[in-house]
């Protein structure tokens, strides 16, 4: 008897939310749609960078990463705005949920990019096409932002067709023509092609990624080793097919940089407070227990300093990390030293399942308390609640 075995091609779709950041400002305040919207640090400190700018905002040459500074040169009538992270982090996770209607198989990169494997999923949902539709449907529909999606047989080629996409579409490559779509490409449009790698291939006269697919393998290997071949391979539409297995977060962090160094205690202790709360809460949405506190200091003459602490327990508990941080704070800082950049991280976790079954390591009456007020933030915000702290006897309501 004559086995046949049929070789299932995949189908990876990639989705990416279109300028994210600005997407959900724009959303939570209407009157801002069609201008040009830059969220990032304060134009009239001079200090920091845009973390993104809506399409609006592009056409002027605004583009993530560039310094304030600049991008008020390029766009001084533009609408600045501040961050919003948690919003962010919790329409993040909204829109995860949604996706993993279609497949257990996520893998998430970034903030507002995932990858699903759709392979095993296709014959309960029709084609890939209906299910990026729907999801780009529903994204909009619930949260007023719009989203890009790619579908190719492999990863990389699902990413860069989304990239095409944008913003606001929907772009399928049919298996047997990656090498095509490709190929009339710029070089920098290749995953793994960073700036400095895209700045070796123009000068070998390597412009597009049919360029790169027609150098000899040879020559490549020589130059660039094993990356060399990743990328005459991803050239010609040769990737991964399927994801890879989920790594967890190493650690959860924020930091804050100062508009004006200080050296003023109870001022970096709230702001600290301040970051412990938010890391935290992101901690307990993630489902995480950590083991590692850190605390991290930036001096004004930018020396760096970090300590870190190991805790008796793994815990997701505010009131507990927020000690171990505080103590970290105290015993650490070198009196009257001006600070230009204060944070905290979390890392060393363990999933909260394998630990204990209880939410957070609290007594009972702590525990709901905490858990009602995760919800309302989930619902309503960070910032709908505050956090007030006793310490040694004085009670203080940090205006943070
Ligand atoms: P991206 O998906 O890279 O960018 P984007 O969603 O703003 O725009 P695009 O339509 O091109 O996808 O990043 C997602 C969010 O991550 C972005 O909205 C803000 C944040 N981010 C930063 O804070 N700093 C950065 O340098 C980058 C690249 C992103
Ligand atoms: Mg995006």
Redesign the pocket.
């Known amino acids: 008897m004559n086995t046949v075995v049929i070789d299932m091609l995949s189908t990876i779709l990639h989705v990416?939310?279109?300028?994210?950041?600005?997407s959900v400002e724009v959303a939570d305040k209407p009157w801002l749609k069609g201008k040009p919207v830059i969220?990032g640090a304060n134009p009239h400190e001079g200090r920091g960078i845009v973390?993104?700018a809506s399409y609006e905002a592009r056409r002027f040459g605004i583009h993530?990463?560039m310094s304030i500074r600049e991008a008020y040169r390029k766009c001084s009538h533009g609408i600045f705005l501040a961050p919003h992270y948690e919003r962010y982090t919790a329409i993040a996770h909204e829109i995860r949920a949604i996706l993993y209607r279609y497949t257990p198989q996520v893998y998430v990169t970034?903030?507002?990019?995932a990858y699903l494997d759709l392979t095993k999923s296709l014959h309960l949902f029709g084609t890939a096409r209906m299910i990026g539709e729907w999801i780009r449907y529903e994204i909009k529909r619930r949260f007023h932002i719009t989203t890009?999606v790619g579908i190719a047989s492999t990863m990389e080629v699902a990413k860069v067709a989304a990239s095409q996409a944008?913003?606001d579409g929907l772009l399928e490559v049919a298996a047997g023509d990656e090498a095509g779509f490709l190929a009339p490409l710029p070089i920098r449009e290749l995953p793994g092609v960073g700036t400095k790698m895209e700045r070796e291939l123009l000068a070998m006269e390597i412009h597009t990624i049919g360029d790169l697919a027609k150098t000899s393998l040879s020559v490549l290997l020589k130059r660039f080793g094993a990356w060399g071949y990743a990328l005459w391979q991803h050239a010609h539409g040769v990737g991964r097919t399927t994801l890879p297995e989920e790594v967890p977060p190493q650690q959860i962090g924020k930091e804050v940089t100062f508009s004006k160094d200080t050296s003023d205690l109870r001022f970096l202790r709230n702001t600290l407070m301040r970051l412990t709360d938010e890391v935290c809460y992101e901690m307990r949405l993630q489902g995480e227990k950590a083991r590692k506190v850190t605390l991290k200091l930036r001096y004004a003459d930018f020396t760096t300093f970090t300590r870190q602490t190991t805790l008796a327990a793994p815990t997701n508990a505010t009131q507990l990390i927020a000690q171990a941080a505080l103590q970290l704070f105290f015993v650490n800082l070198p009196p009257g030293r001006l600070v230009r950049l204060i944070g905290m991280g979390v890392g060393d976790f363990v999933k909260r399942a394998i630990v204990q079954p209880s939410l957070f390591d609290l007594p009972k009456t702590e525990n709901q308390l905490w858990l009602f007020i995760d919800r309302l933030r989930k619902r309503r915000g960070l910032t709908v609640i505050k956090m007030g702290w006793f310490h040694a006897g004085i009670r203080e309501s940090t205006q943070i």
Not at 16 to 22: S, V
């Open positions: 990416d939310l279109d300028a994210f950041f600005a969220v973390n993104t993530s990463g970034s903030i507002d990019e890009s944008k913003p």
